[in-house]
C-alpha cells in the first residue's frame, strides 16, 4: 500500500486507515484481530480510534491486539480525545485537566507508552484555545504524544488553532468528506491546504450508502438497520444521493469494479486527503475496501462524479467576478 506523508511532517501513513468505532459494539475481538492482521498484511499502517467509541472498548481491544497480533512499532496508533464534561473541577471538555486526564486513559486502555497522533475530537468554545494547544504542546514534551491533529473543526476553527502560538504544529484534521458529503471544500479544505495539515477522511463511503446497498431499501444486516446506527446512515439517503449512488455504479460497472472501490478510490486522491479512515463491522468488508488499492479513476469518470455531486460554491468561497 502506498504510503503518504501526513501534513507538513515527517510522518509516513498508509493512505488508506483502518477505523474501529464498531469494535466492541459490531465488532469483537475475534474479527478485531483478523480484521487488523489483513490490513496490516495489505500494507496497511495507520489504525485509527477514539476514547469514546464503545465507552472505551475500541481502545480496549485494539490495546489487546499490540505485540500479540502485530509488533506495535509497525503500526501508526492515532485516538481522538472527547474530554467529556463534568461537575468536577477540571471537567471542563479541551480544558488542561480534562485532555490530560483523557490521555492517561487512553494510554492506559491501549496499554501503550505513547500515542502516535493525538487528535482534538471536536472544538471546545467553552475553554480558550491556548489552553487546548498548549496541553497538547505538553503531551509531546512528555513524550506520550508524537503529533497532534484535530477533528471536525470548522474552517475558521481550522485556521484558529493553526495560527494560535504553539511549539508543536497540528498535521492534521480528521473531517466527514466522500462523494456524498462535500462540504469541506468551501471553507474547510482550502485552510487545511494553507496551513499544511493533511485530510484523514471519515465515512469516505457516505455512511455506506455509496457501496448501493441501499438502492433497494434496507438489508437486515446493514447500519442502516442498526437501532445505533439508523440515524447515522439516514442522513445520506435522498434524491440527490441516488442520482451519485447511480453515478458510482454505472462507472464500476464500466471498470469492471464495486461501486465501494470507486467512491473510495475519488476520495481518497482528492487534493489535499492523505488516507480516508475505513470502518467494517466484518474482515469480509475490510477486503473489499483494501481493493481499491489496485484501482486509479480514469480522468473521465472523476470528471462525471466530480459533475454529478458537484456543490454550490458562492459568495465568499467563489470569488466575485
Same mark, same amino acid.
Given at each position: 500500500?502506498?504510503?503518504?506523508?501526513?501534513?507538513?511532517?515527517?510522518l509516513r501513513v498508509s493512505?488508506?486507515?483502518?477505523?474501529?468505532?464498531?469494535?466492541?459494539?459490531?465488532?469483537?475481538?475475534?474479527?478485531?484481530?483478523?480484521?487488523?492482521?489483513?490490513?496490516?498484511?495489505?500494507?496497511?499502517?495507520?489504525?485509527?480510534?477514539?476514547?469514546?467509541?464503545?465507552?472505551?472498548?475500541?481502545?480496549?481491544?485494539?490495546?489487546?491486539?499490540?505485540?500479540?497480533?502485530?509488533?506495535?512499532?509497525?503500526?501508526?496508533?492515532?485516538?481522538?480525545?472527547?474530554?467529556?464534561?463534568?461537575?468536577?473541577?477540571?471537567?471542563?471538555?479541551?480544558?488542561?485537566?480534562?485532555?490530560?486526564?483523557?490521555?492517561?486513559?487512553?494510554?492506559?486502555?491501549?496499554?501503550?507508552?505513547?500515542?502516535?497522533?493525538?487528535?482534538?475530537?471536536?472544538?471546545?468554545?467553552?475553554?480558550?484555545?491556548?489552553?487546548?494547544?498548549?496541553?497538547?504542546?505538553?503531551?509531546?514534551?512528555?513524550?506520550?504524544?508524537?503529533?497532534?491533529?484535530?477533528?471536525?473543526?470548522?474552517?475558521?476553527?481550522?485556521?484558529?488553532?493553526?495560527?494560535?502560538?504553539?511549539?508543536?504544529?497540528?498535521?492534521?484534521?480528521?473531517?466527514?468528506?466522500?462523494?456524498?458529503?462535500?462540504?469541506?471544500?468551501?471553507?474547510? &479544505?482550502? @485552510?487545511? $491546504?494553507?496551513?499544511?495539515?493533511?485530510? #484523514? %477522511?471519515? *465515512?469516505?463511503?457516505?455512511?455506506g450508502v455509496l457501496t448501493?446497498?441501499?438502492?433497494?431499501?434496507?438489508?437486515?444486516?446493514?447500519?442502516?438497520?442498526?437501532?445505533?446506527?439508523?440515524?447515522?446512515?439516514?442522513?445520506?439517503?435522498?434524491?440527490?444521493?441516488?442520482?451519485?449512488?447511480?453515478?458510482?455504479?454505472?462507472?464500476?460497472?464500466?471498470?469492471?469494479?464495486?461501486?465501494?472501490?470507486?467512491?473510495?478510490?475519488?476520495?481518497?486522491?482528492?487534493?489535499?486527503?492523505?488516507?480516508?479512515?475505513?470502518?467494517?463491522?466484518?474482515?469480509?468488508? &475490510?477486503? @473489499?475496501? $483494501?481493493?481499491?488499492?489496485?484501482?486509479? #479513476? %480514469?480522468? *473521465?469518470?472523476?470528471?462525471?462524479?466530480?459533475?454529478?455531486?458537484?456543490?454550490?460554491?458562492?459568495?465568499?468561497?467563489?470569488?466575485?467576478?
Amino acid at each position: 500500500m502506498e504510503q503518504r506523508y501526513l501534513g507538513r511532517s515527517g510522518l509516513r501513513v498508509s493512505r488508506t486507515a483502518l477505523g474501529t468505532m464498531t469494535w466492541g459494539q459490531d465488532t469483537d475481538a475475534d474479527e478485531a484481530a483478523t480484521q487488523l492482521m489483513a490490513f496490516t498484511d495489505a500494507g496497511g499502517t495507520l489504525v485509527d480510534t477514539a476514547d469514546v467509541y464503545t465507552d472505551g472498548e475500541a481502545e480496549r481491544i485494539l490495546g489487546t491486539l499490540l505485540g500479540e497480533v502485530v509488533p506495535r512499532d509497525e503500526l501508526v496508533i492515532a485516538t481522538k480525545a472527547v474530554a467529556r464534561r463534568t461537575d468536577g473541577p477540571f471537567g471542563g471538555g479541551a480544558s488542561r485537566g480534562a485532555l490530560l486526564t483523557a490521555l492517561d486513559g487512553s494510554l492506559r486502555r491501549l496499554g501503550i507508552d505513547h500515542i502516535d497522533l493525538w487528535q482534538l475530537h471536536a472544538w471546545d468554545a467553552g475553554v480558550p484555545i491556548e489552553e487546548t494547544l498548549a496541553a497538547l504542546d505538553h503531551a509531546i514534551n512528555t513524550g506520550k504524544v508524537r503529533y497532534a491533529g484535530i477533528s471536525n473543526y470548522s474552517g475558521w476553527q481550522l485556521a484558529t488553532a493553526a495560527t494560535t502560538p504553539t511549539t508543536h504544529p497540528l498535521i492534521s484534521t480528521q473531517v466527514e468528506y466522500s462523494l456524498l458529503e462535500r462540504g469541506i471544500e468551501r471553507e474547510v &479544505l482550502p @485552510a487545511a $491546504l494553507h496551513h499544511g495539515l493533511g485530510l #484523514l %477522511p471519515w *465515512a469516505p463511503l457516505g455512511r455506506g450508502v455509496l457501496t448501493g446497498k441501499y438502492r433497494n431499501g434496507t438489508p437486515p444486516d446493514s447500519r442502516g438497520a442498526s437501532a445505533h446506527f439508523a440515524g447515522y446512515v439516514e442522513q445520506h439517503r435522498n434524491d440527490r444521493a441516488a442520482r451519485i449512488v447511480q453515478a458510482v455504479a454505472t462507472a464500476a460497472d464500466g471498470l469492471g469494479t464495486s461501486p465501494l472501490c470507486v467512491a473510495l478510490a475519488w476520495v481518497r486522491d482528492r487534493t489535499g486527503v492523505v488516507a480516508p479512515v475505513v470502518g467494517a463491522r466484518d474482515t469480509n468488508q &475490510l477486503l @473489499a475496501s $483494501l481493493e481499491a488499492e489496485q484501482l486509479t #479513476l %480514469p480522468p *473521465a469518470i472523476r470528471a462525471a462524479l466530480d459533475d454529478v455531486s458537484a456543490i454550490e460554491l458562492a459568495y465568499p468561497e467563489r470569488p466575485m467576478p
